[in-house]
């Protein structure tokens, strides 16, 4: 759906350009594409501030990026992304308080409230703060931005209602079929393929979803271009969420049996984290197995380079529309994902791989080829695209603007980031050391990630540890505070509370 909002500082053509680009004609998309080619010359002047483009990712792990450490992976558009930017290397999620971790993450994207507080906040999202303006499309709308968005949403609040041009909004996931799950269970198992039109999934529709949205942003620059406005972009892909399809000769540029297992793997995972067996543990078999994990490491590589290959065409039309040198392009993900790490498949769990995300900032003043490792939030970009475009941070956004970050000059890892799932898990990480509490079986775990960055040795039954431990856990109690969690964890932990 294309939503029409002319003024008067629009000229016909872009009235004409919108309206046709709403109809469902053939004629009209033929007459659109052929209106829409406009020169690099006709762009409208800058006016001051920068063009925002929001690209988000669906499940990508921190990890998942070549020009960032993983050589198996080929993702050469998020690499030139790296390259012409700064690179926030410890970037986490905050977690979930249901099974779609992604929700939790994008509720908080748009209201900037901090976990739980964004949870209180969605009951009355469409009542309150859609009228109030409050979503940040709405606080861009309110800079002079013109607002797009294609692609995964999943907030309780119609897309259209706060974006001023939409097209193809889609739920939380592709429709999955039972053929997808408990796979594969030997290496002769063909029975599901990521190429199988037949599938449905991404290929609903007849054209692969991710390329759908990188029609939608090509179509979109062009839009952007004969406007006076800034734009903000919100380009949400669903990919790389399962199930995780491409083409054939993307899965062709990783054969099975040469991916690399996760030094981390288990057979499963040893302690009831109230996730074990939800809807994503379930699309392979248990106990986990070699092959299995490489399998599905396969496609979940395949889906992100085709995701790439899709961020290179919205990249390709932004140098092509002659507004590269004024935006403002921020790339990252809504969480991670185990995808075989620690015998798990999903991520709703607190280990590295499924909370921590790719993060990158490019801009006019961006530091270019430079990483930052204090641990920041993803939903940040809220704060820091409100910023750029001049505004104040609203009273009720808690994330903090990075701004001010890009041109740090320290390397160390530094900061909090706290972590939550459900009644569940809890988790807290200051500098080099990471508590996981269980709550629900009173267990916890300790690790040092300097020594031990895959968070396989765990530190909680040494004698020595135990005040490390306390002072984690009141640290934890303070996030607890910020982020509006009510849990108490001291009944199932007294040890660490001092009772």
């Keep these: 759906m294309v939503q029409i909002s002319i003024d008067s500082r629009k000229d016909n053509r872009l009235a004409l350009l919108q309206y046709t680009q709403s109809l469902a004609a053939p004629w009209a998309l033929i007459f659109v594409c ?34 960032t450490g993983n050589d198996q992976i080929r993702t050469p558009n998020i690499d030139r992304l790296v390259k012409r930017g700064t690179t926030f290397t410890h970037a986490y999620n905050q977690g979930g308080w249901h099974g779609a971790v992604c929700v939790a993450s994008r509720t908080m994207m748009v209201t900037g409230r901090f976990l739980w507080n964004a949870k209180k906040a969605e009951t009355n999202l469409r009542k309150t703060w859609v009228p109030q303006k409050k979503l940040w499309p709405q606080l861009m709308a309110a800079q002079g931005y013109q607002t797009f968005f ?76 004969t406007d006076e406005r800034p734009f903000f972009m919100y380009l949400a892909f669903n990919a790389p969420h399962d199930p995780r399809q491409s083409p054939k000769s993307f899965v062709d540029q ?18 009831d984290i109230g996730s074990n067996r ?17 399998v599905n ?49 999903g991520k709703q769990n607190m280990y590295d791989h499924s909370v921590r995300v790719p993060f990158v900032v490019c ?62 898990q809890r988790m807290i990480t200051v500098n080099d050391d990471k508590l996981i509490l269980y709550p629900k079986i009173s267990k916890r775990l300790l690790f040092n990630l300097k020594s031990d960055p895959r968070e396989m040795h765990d530190l909680s039954d040494q004698p020595d540890r135990l005040e490390l431990q306390k002072t984690l856990f009141d640290q934890l109690r303070e996030e607890q505070t910020k982020t509006g969690d009510e849990l108490d964890l001291a009944a199932a932990f007294p040890e660490l509370a001092g009772k």
């Design 34 to 67: 052929g209106l829409a080619v406009v020169p690099k010359a006709a762009a409208a002047e800058p006016t001051g501030k920068p063009n925002v483009l929001f690209i988000f990712a669906d499940d990508q792990a921190f990890d998942t990026v070549h020009a």
């Design 150 to 225: 294609s692609g995964k949403w999943h907030v309780k609040v119609p897309a259209p209602e706060v974006f001023e041009v939409t097209r193809h909004v889609r739920g939380g996931m592709p429709k999955q079929t039972d053929a997808g799950y408990n796979r594969p269970q030997s290496v002769d198992d063909h029975s599901w393929v990521p190429w199988d039109r037949e599938r449905g999934g991404f290929w609903e529709g007849g054209t692969h979803w991710s390329e759908v949205l990188g029609n939608d942003a090509v179509d979109y620059m062009k839009i952007a271009q």
């Design 254 to 271: 990783y054969p099975a049996d040469q991916i690399r297992m996760p030094a981390d793997f288990l057979p499963e995972y040893p302690y």
């Design 278 to 294: 939800i809807r994503d543990e379930k699309l392979a078999p248990f106990p986990r197995t070699q092959h299995a994990v490489q």
């Design 297 to 345: 490491r396969q496609e979940y590589y395949a889906i992100i380079t085709h995701m790439d290959e899709q961020i290179g065409r919205i990249l390709d039309a932004l140098e092509e529309t002659g507004q590269a040198d004024n935006t403002w392009i921020f790339f990252t993900a809504d969480h991670g994902l185990a995808c075989g790490h620690h015998g798990l498949l």
């Design 363 to 424: 801009g006019p003043s961006a530091p270019a080829n430079k990483t930052n490792n204090r641990r920041i939030y993803l939903q940040s970009v809220m704060a820091t695209a409100l910023k750029l475009a001049g505004a104040d941070r609203p009273d009720h956004v808690q994330f903090d603007s990075l701004l001010s970050a890009l041109n740090e000059e320290r390397t160390d890892k530094r900061g909090t980031a706290y972590g939550a799932y459900t009644d569940h």
